[in-house]
């Protein structure tokens, strides 16, 4: 089974990137069949999705985020990546990293997540 | 964008009572891409549904999904305590491609 793990750090300054990595576990990015997605939730609101990238390193962001937005992949490590720019306190959110079939486009396996927070 | 709004926003009955969900579209859905999460505090959301009615792996058969077009739903038969969480339902949409979450529903207990 496909166990996730994201790490970076819990405080962003504004203004700054905002920069996380996903350890995937269990699978291989390299294996196809799968896009490697971030999806964060605003405390205490709803999900919004960001952006998939496949193993190729072919990616698409949401459009809403896309100027800001970089996710990378690093398949000798089996870690994928996000970084976000320019970040305010409307970027403070936890941040999920999950697998997406690309047979059933959903988000199977998740990422315990973690809360980043913007602020100076 | 397609926007799903789920209905009602919160919803209160007790353990062994029957629960239905709705997740409507602003426009057609794939019912192939249409899928439902559970989220309970401080956990990731938990895949339920995908295809619309097809059952993820682990999920018990009291969850149950339905729909086509732009109406949707997930009915839990006979609730039980483990049950009480906050529900998702999220679309694909590929001419863009993109991904959307309704704004979820509160499954509380009355």
């Known amino acids: 089974q496909v166990q996730l793990q994201e790490s970076g750090p819990g405080l962003v300054k504004p203004s700054q990137t905002l920069s996380l990595t996903c350890t995937v576990s269990?699978?291989?990015?390299?294996?196809?069949?799968?896009?490697w997605s971030w999806i964060r939730q605003h405390p205490g609101k709803g999900l919004e999705w960001i952006g998939y990238?496949?193993?190729?390193?072919?990616?698409y962001y949401n459009p809403s985020l896309k100027s800001r937005v970089t996710i990378s992949v690093d398949t000798s490590k089996n870690q994928f990546s996000l970084k976000l720019s320019s970040v305010t306190a409307a970027d403070t959110a936890v941040y999920y990293c999950a697998t997406v079939p690309a047979a059933t486009h959903v988000f199977d396996y998740w990422g315990q997540g973690t809360l980043v927070t913007v602020s100076s | 964008e397609i926007v799903l709004t789920q209905s009602p926003g919160t919803l209160s009955l007790s353990p062994g009572e029957r629960a239905t969900l709705s997740c409507r579209a602003s426009q057609s859905v794939s019912s192939s891409y249409l899928a439902w999460y559970q989220q309970k505090p401080g956990q990731a959301p938990r895949l339920l549904i995908y295809?619309?009615?097809s059952r993820a792996t682990g999920i018990p058969d009291r969850f149950s999904g339905s729909g086509s077009g732009t109406d949707f739903t997930l009915t839990i038969s006979r609730l039980e305590p483990e049950d009480f969480a906050v529900y998702y339902c999220?679309?694909?949409?590929?001419?863009?491609?993109?991904?959307?979450f309704g704004q979820g529903t509160k499954l509380e207990i009355k």
């Open positions: 999220q679309q694909y949409g590929s001419s863009l491609p993109m991904y959307t």
């Open positions: 990238i496949y193993y190729s390193g072919s990616t």
């Open positions: 269990g699978g291989s990015i390299s294996s196809g069949g799968y896009y």
């Open positions: 295809g619309a009615s």
